[in-house]
């Protein structure tokens, strides 16, 4: 059996103290393999991008830990953790977070020449990546000069960079209209086919049907998890019911 790329390990995550104190995520457990997609769904404040972040090391769990290739996130420094995320990691977030004064192929290549790659050769790799994405057209375009569409593309391109082992993605489909949405996923489910772990957070049932699993959270926890061939609408239906 394949080890785990990534494992949360009865995470919890809890902001505040006291009686203020919200539990945005409750004894979550979760094992991502090699060439694993996993998309996770749930109404709005169900702990979605929360786990998305405590996956990736953007933020601390207040209990439990998380593993990426058997390495512990939770007791990294700051700088090893930076390290790991800048190496072995991608992130696509639904604010782009494009650098305004790089252009397309430099804010695609950035995160290989923070790492000591060659200019030339990070460069080459990031319009690869643009390529992928049908971006060649706008490497050297700046953000003010692209759609949302466009700079949502740009900022995939920029996670799928290099030798990723993790692409975390939030809503990597909102700013796109349905065609391109779907070609950008199947760009990620390719690099996932080829062996790196994703993990997915969408509203969309479509957009989730991408995926080998389906988890749902509800209140922090997982309430459900299916794989797309017992029916994602189905998990929709039975889980989100009673919800609101």
Partial sequence: MTEPLVVLDTVSRIHGEGATAVTALDQVSLAI??????????PSGSGKSTLLNVAGGLDRPTSGRVLI????LTTMGGADLARLRR???GFVF?????????TAAENVS??????????SQARRHARHALDLLGLMDLSDR????????????????RALVGDRRFVLADEPTGALDSHTGEEVLRVLRERCDAGIAGLLVTHEARHAAWADRVVFLRDGRVVDTTGTDSGVEGLLTTSAGGSR
């Avoid at 393999?33 to 996770?40: F, H, Q, R, Y």
């Avoid at 290739?69 to 512990?72: A, L, M």
């Avoid at 700046?142 to 391109?157: C, F, K, L």
């Fill in 33 to 42: 393999a090699p060439g694993e997609l996993v998309a996770v769904m749930g």
């Fill in 69 to 72: 290739e058997g390495e512990d």
């Fill in 87 to 89: 190496r072995r990691m």
């Fill in 94 to 102: 639904q604010d782009y977070n494009l650098i305004p004064s790089l």
């Fill in 110 to 119: 950035l995160p290989l020449e923070l790492d000591g790659e060659r200019i």
């Fill in 142 to 157: 700046y953000p003010d000069a692209m759609s949302g569409g466009q700079q949502q593309r740009v900022a995939i391109a």
